[in-house]
């Protein structure tokens, strides 16, 4: 896990929306590129789940809520 993942779980979980690695990317002030990469990361974890193929569109999941609580050990993710 890196810092960007969770700034980006926490945009995600903090704003209640789904948006996609452009949008998150202009709000945390990271590159949409990298922002695309992580949140690929991010959903092969459950901790995003992606709600818009079309539009690459993802939003928070449960999972990922539990891991911002601290109820997860991000030593048991895939990097």
Do not use: H, W
């Not at 789940?49 to 993802?58: G, L, S």
């Not at 911002?68 to 895939?78: F, I, M, Q, S």
């Amino acid at each position: 896990m890196t810092r960007a993942d969770d700034y980006i779980l926490e945009l995600l979980d903090e704003a209640g929306i789904a948006a996609n690695p452009s949008t998150i990317g202009f709000n945390i002030d990271y590159d949409r590129r990298y922002v695309s990469q992580r949140c690929r990361v991010l959903s092969k974890n459950s901790l995003l789940e992606r709600v818009d193929e079309a539009k690459a569109m993802y939003q928070i999941t449960d999972k990922g809520r539990q891991y911002l609580a601290g109820g997860l050990n991000a030593g048991e993710l895939e990097d």
